[in-house]
């Protein structure tokens, strides 16, 4: 199973502050994913992106909200001000060749 | 949008028997319906997945049915073990790899021994 690592693992931040989550991908992935799991809640989808591009994007990803792969390399997913309702697990997942998707550990993040 | 109904939220089998959990959507343009298991503060790990073109695969102890036209999918577990016990997700996707997986609420299995 193709990985993909995330960090920080956790993130605490004061409300209204910005965050930066990063995804590393260990080899050539297709598409990227990033989805929220607000706790004892289900798994949702934010954005996919391809190519360099947002592909899809949810209701949730609103303009607080961005994505950009800045070297290449790593896949980040900006909260420009964070609010208490952000406070959730942020999963990086990524396809190969197939549209199965594997997920990454996750970023806990925490507003406070 | 895709909507994903799962049930049941909760279900409590005893070690050894058989568990099932049932799945419907509501998007007739999704085509790939993955199933994931999550244990407590872990990731969703993918457990199986079905292509619309087929209505059933196994894997050892799990299998997964799919019946397109009435939307539905379940998740089959035989032989259950104590290791089985976690929260299991269904999702489905449109398909091509642009869509998110729109999720189920999940279903926290336990087994009892």
């Known amino acids: 199973e193709p990985e993909v690592t995330q960090t920080p693992s956790h993130q605490v931040t004061q409300m209204g502050q910005e965050v930066i989550l990063r995804c590393v991908p260990i080899?050539?992935?297709?598409?990227f994913y990033w989805y929220r799991q607000i706790l004892g809640q289900k798994v949702e989808f934010l954005v996919s992106?391809?190519?360099?591009?947002?592909?899809?994007k949810s209701e949730i990803f609103d303009d607080q909200f961005s994505v950009e792969r800045p070297d290449g390399s790593n896949f980040t997913l900006k909260i420009r001000s964070t609010k208490l309702e952000d406070s959730a697990m942020y999963f990086c997942a990524r396809t190969l060749f197939t549209d199965t998707q594997y997920f990454g550990p996750g970023t806990r993040l925490t507003v406070l | 949008g895709e909507n994903v109904e799962q049930h049941p939220s909760t279900l409590s089998v005893q070690e050894g028997d058989s568990a099932v959990i049932k799945c419907t959507y509501s998007d007739s343009a999704s085509n790939y319906f993955p199933w994931y298991k999550q244990e407590l503060g872990k990731r969703p790990q993918l457990i199986i997945d079905?292509?619309?073109?087929?209505g059933e695969k196994k894997d050892q102890r799990i299998a997964v049915t799919l019946n397109k036209t009435a939307k539905h999918f379940s998740l089959h577990i035989t032989e259950t073990q104590p290791e089985d016990s976690a929260v299991y997700f269904c999702?489905?996707?449109?398909?091509?790899?642009?869509?998110?997986?729109?999720f189920g609420k999940g279903t926290h299995l336990i087994i009892q021994p």
């Open positions: 079905i292509r619309s073109n087929v």
């Open positions: 992106f391809y190519n360099n591009e947002i592909s899809e």
């Open positions: 080899s050539n992935h297709l598409y």
């Open positions: 999702a489905a996707e449109e398909g091509g790899g642009a869509d998110g997986l729109t």
